[in-house]
């Protein structure tokens, strides 16, 4: 995969297990596309002291030391910005070609705020927005891995097909499409076949990809509760939200905690 302008995978950092996690998982989508990787670390507009400043500094670099340790080659860049996170991050976003951020719960965001700040930046960002989930910040992904594609009823779901076969060859994992329409019905079938001729322009070490198609539940929550246990990243386009909001909302969020399923909320570049 690679892209015409090099923009930046950015990461949210705050000094958190989970922020630490987000860092690891996009250090291979930054080193995929040969971009750099930068960690932003934003400190509230009230906070002028040089400790927070410098605290801030010591977690970056704590974070840059923790994957430079990892021997993925990767070029890192560090920023202490100020302002509330979602807003900050959202205007970074601008120029990114994707945010990470760890998921720490429903309630990570501080006074005054209400919900998730990984829920409120999947809704505010320019770009496509990851929600990492990780049982260990260091853990790499485990053997069996899937790639949830939730496709919408528009009539072209390319998007999100191809980022699902751009995902699945990066982290060698099968792929599950789950569309709005019956399991036999043809446009279904159309998709199974627009995946395996996505995957057969591939290099031949991905042509034994699995990729099933099935119909898409009403609630995706119930099928993250059945398959909780797996590696997964579940991709859903942010125009679609009714799926975008069940991803990012307590229930799901419930689910995912303390799993390795990870969440990609897809949009395009502007």
């Known amino acids: ?78 920023d202490i910005l100020q302002g509330d996170p979602v807003d900050v991050l959202a205007e970074v976003s601008r120029s990114a070609e994707l945010v990470c951020v760890g998921w720490k719960g429903t309630h990570d965001s501080g006074p005054g705020r209400r919900g998730s700040t990984a829920a409120r930046l999947a809704k505010a960002a320019q770009s496509t927005v990851a929600i990492v989930h990780r049982r260990h910040a260091r853990e790499r992904v485990g053997p069996h891995r899937w790639i949830v594609a939730v496709l919408d009823d528009q009539p072209d779901p390319q998007a999100v097909l191809q980022r699902a076969i751009d995902e699945a060859t990066l982290r060698d994992a099968s792929i599950l499409a789950l569309t709005p329409w019956p399991a036999e019905s043809e446009r279904s079938e159309n998709v199974g076949a627009r995946l395996e001729s996505l995957v057969s322009d591939r290099e031949r070490d991905h042509a034994d990809m699995q990729i099933a198609v099935l119909p898409r539940p009403g609630d995706i929550t119930n099928l993250l509760a059945q398959s909780a246990d797996i590696d997964q990243l579940v991709i859903a386009s942010a125009k679609d939200s009714e799926v975008v909001t069940q991803l990012i909302g307590p229930v799901a969020a419930a689910i995912l905690r303390g799993t390795n399923c990870s969440l990609l909320v897809l949009r395009d570049h502007v």
Do not use: C, Y
């Open 1 to 78: 995969m690679s892209t015409s302008v090099s923009k930046p995978i950015v990461v949210g950092i705050d000094g958190s297990k989970a922020a630490l996690g987000a860092a690891f998982w996009a250090v291979d989508e930054a080193v995929n596309r040969n971009v750099p990787l930068r960690l932003v670390h934003v400190v509230d507009t009230h906070d002028h002291e040089d400790t927070v400043v410098a605290e801030a500094g010591r977690t970056l670099q704590a974070v840059s030391d923790d994957l430079n340790a990892s021997g993925q080659q990767v070029k890192i860049e560090t």
